[in-house]
């Protein structure tokens, strides 16, 4: 039998028709829908007199442009954002698809809430109207974002017309330092081959740095993969994703937990398979990172500085590096750690799991934000919420002078009210830094939630591992 990839496996098992040399019929085990790429889909449904022959395999959030503000009852003021939600409500009660809706207790970031909840399991293809749906790579599960049209075909067969990905494996062998972490790791991988050096192409993950990974970790790292053009992200589950989805999936008992077990045994790549692009680094030298433009790519170790334009090719990369400049008013050379900060964001379907929040709030213990700066915590869904509050991390941030918010999306795109004014700068956990994205004219540098944490404390860009942990 031909050596296979885990991608080339996941697709195989889901191929429903060739369609030609290229593109295929793709079954999808779970479609994810929000408020703001749905309601064409639907509209579509109705004007075709179709129905969603398998409800029970959709499952709908309202995430993006729900508040946050602090408060039992969540109201949506803004008129076109609410007509938004009670049309997905309405959407939801009349093809009988499960909603997670706006004062749901669970509700949340539909990327953190269906891991949480047992929806994502190895050896899935899901798909869902966001770029970010790669997070589910995580968990052995081929994950990825389509358009409006493709929701609509999706809903009515539980099919996508598919183009078949080119295959990267990426192995990060060594053991990342004190104060790195997996967002270190996704943007220096980021920076290193581009923001479009994986575009066509649907990435594996491996070696001892990826094996040493919690599970959440690896959300963060899959999650980001995107923003090198990625068509998809994938980690052969371990020990340590199983682990996770069996304490997630009560249903999985008995016969189906050993079916289960079974065949998950051969989400692998196997030995001999061949890729069509391969990298490799070395997680030892990753020290933490800030971006300093306007893309993923544009970033540098906290240590370094904004480039020099003479020491970048001539051409798009260069013209690119001088517009970003000019948008984050950072000089050439200007180095980037005691960049002062206005705003700072923690959480966002990259980095507002409990995990996270416990990394932000090992820096904050002891310490209070800084003079002249604003700090919010967004968990990312409800179940993370509660667990940090029952840990206690709601208080420890609120007597820091954070703000502990309600979940979603919040800051990470500003489709809501949690908005940046023009000029403000704000290291922020969130996965993009493109122009206006947290607000027309705010300034993004993202970074890890310890990163982001020291920037709250300090009021400027702070290597993190220069602070002494405080009791």
Same mark, same amino acid.
């Given at each position: 039998?031909?050596?296979?990839?885990?991608?080339?496996?996941?697709?195989?098992?889901?191929?429903?028709?060739?369609?030609?040399?290229?593109?295929?019929?793709?079954?999808?085990?779970?479609?994810?829908?929000?408020?703001?790429?749905?309601?064409?889909?639907?509209?579509?449904?109705?004007?075709?007199?179709?129905?969603?022959?398998?409800?029970?395999?959709?499952?709908?959030?309202?995430?993006?442009?729900?508040?946050?503000?602090?408060?039992?009852?969540?109201?949506?003021?803004?008129?076109?954002?609410?007509?938004?939600?009670?049309?997905?409500?309405?959407?939801?009660?009349?093809?009988?698809?499960?909603?997670?809706?706006?004062?749901?207790?669970?509700?949340?970031?539909?990327?953190?809430?269906?891991?949480?909840?047992?929806?994502?399991?190895?050896?899935?293809?899901?798909?869902?109207?966001?770029?970010?749906?790669?997070?589910?790579?995580?968990?052995?599960?081929?994950?990825?974002?389509?358009?409006?049209?493709?929701?609509?075909?999706?809903?009515?067969?539980?099919?996508?017309?598919?183009?078949?990905?080119?295959?990267?494996?990426?192995?990060?062998?060594?053991?990342?330092?004190?104060?790195?972490?997996?967002?270190?790791?996704?943007?220096?991988?980021?920076?290193?081959?581009?923001?479009? &050096? /994986? $575009? %066509?192409?649907?990435?594996?993950?491996?070696?001892? *740095? !990826? +094996?040493?990974?919690?599970?959440? =970790?690896?959300?963060?790292?899959?999650?980001?993969?995107?923003?090198? &053009? /990625? $068509? %998809?992200?994938?980690?052969?589950?371990?020990?340590? *994703? !199983? +682990?996770?989805?069996?304490?997630? =999936?009560?249903?999985?008992?008995?016969?189906?937990?050993?079916?289960?077990? /079974?065949?998950?045994?051969?989400?692998?790549?196997?030995?001999? *398979?061949?890729?069509?692009?391969?990298?490799?680094?070395?997680?030892?030298?990753?020290?933490?990172?800030?971006?300093?433009?306007?893309?993923?790519?544009?970033?540098?170790?906290?240590?370094?500085?904004?480039?020099?334009?003479?020491?970048?090719?001539?051409?798009?990369?260069?013209?690119?590096?001088?517009?970003?400049?000019?948008?984050?008013?950072?000089?050439?050379?200007?180095?980037?750690?005691?960049?002062?900060?206005?705003?700072?964001?923690?959480?966002?379907?990259?980095?507002?799991?409990?995990?996270?929040?416990?990394?932000?709030?090992?820096?904050?213990?002891?310490?209070?934000?800084?003079?002249?700066?604003?700090?919010?915590?967004?968990?990312?869904?409800?179940?993370?919420?509660?667990?940090?509050?029952?840990?206690?991390?709601?208080?420890?941030?609120?007597?820091?002078?954070?703000?502990?918010?309600?979940?979603?999306?919040?800051?990470?795109?500003?489709?809501?009210?949690?908005?940046?004014?023009?000029?403000?700068?704000?290291?922020?956990?969130?996965?993009?830094?493109?122009?206006?994205?947290?607000?027309?004219?705010?300034?993004?540098?993202?970074?890890?939630?310890?990163?982001?944490?020291?920037?709250?404390?300090?009021?400027?860009?702070?290597?993190?591992?220069?602070?002494?942990?405080?009791?």
């Amino acid at each position: 039998m031909t050596a296979r990839t885990l991608y080339q496996k996941l697709v195989h098992t889901h191929t429903v028709a060739a369609l030609d040399e290229q593109n295929i019929l793709l079954f999808c085990d779970l479609h994810l829908m929000n408020e703001y790429t749905s309601p064409q889909a639907f509209a579509g449904l109705y004007a075709q007199g179709r129905g969603v022959p398998m409800p029970g395999q959709n499952v709908a959030v309202v995430s993006h442009i729900i508040p946050t503000h602090p408060g039992r009852i969540r109201v949506i003021a803004d008129t076109a954002s609410a007509l938004q939600a009670s049309n997905l409500r309405k959407n939801c009660e009349h093809f009988g698809i499960p909603l997670f809706d706006t004062n749901d207790a669970l509700q949340g970031i539909e990327h953190v809430i269906a891991p949480e909840h047992g929806m994502v399991r190895p050896g899935m293809v899901i798909i869902c109207g966001d770029s970010h749906t790669t997070t589910y790579g995580a968990l052995g599960a081929l994950g990825f974002g389509t358009g409006t049209t493709e929701v609509e075909h999706v809903l009515a067969t539980q099919t996508l017309v598919y183009r078949v990905a080119r295959s990267m494996h990426i192995r990060i062998d060594g053991q990342l330092p004190a104060g790195t972490t997996a967002k270190d790791l996704v943007l220096h991988v980021i920076g290193r081959i581009g923001a479009q &050096g /994986a $575009r %066509g192409y649907v990435v594996e993950y491996s070696g001892s *740095a !990826i +094996d040493a990974l919690s599970v959440e =970790a690896r959300f963060t790292l899959c999650n980001m993969t995107v923003e090198a &053009g /990625a $068509r %998809g992200a994938l980690i052969a589950p371990d020990h340590k *994703a !199983i +682990d996770y989805v069996l304490a997630r =999936a009560p249903d999985l008992a008995g016969p189906h937990r050993d079916a289960a077990l /079974a065949a998950w045994q051969d989400l692998h790549t196997d030995v001999g *398979a061949a890729f069509d692009a391969e990298h490799v680094f070395d997680a030892s030298g990753i020290a933490p990172q800030v971006t300093w433009g306007t893309s993923p790519d544009q970033v540098a170790p906290i240590d370094g500085h904004v480039p020099q334009l003479a020491d970048l090719p001539a051409g798009p990369q260069r013209s690119s590096a001088e517009r970003a400049m000019a948008y984050t008013q950072l000089p050439a050379g200007a180095a980037l750690a005691g960049t002062p900060i206005q705003h700072v964001f923690i959480g966002s379907c990259t980095n507002g799991r409990i995990e996270d929040l416990r990394a932000a709030a090992g820096v904050v213990r002891g310490r209070h934000v800084a003079g002249g700066v604003r700090a919010m915590v967004v968990p990312g869904s409800g179940a993370v919420k509660a667990e940090a509050e029952a840990e206690g991390l709601d208080r420890l941030f609120l007597e820091a002078g954070f703000e502990w918010r309600n979940p979603g999306c919040s800051m990470c795109l500003a489709m809501n009210d949690d908005v940046l004014a023009d000029g403000v700068r704000c290291a922020s956990t969130t996965n993009r830094n493109f122009e206006g994205r947290q607000g027309r004219g705010a300034i993004t540098h993202l970074m890890s939630p310890a990163m982001a944490a020291a920037a709250a404390v300090t009021g400027r860009i702070t290597d993190v591992r220069t602070l002494e942990p405080r009791a």
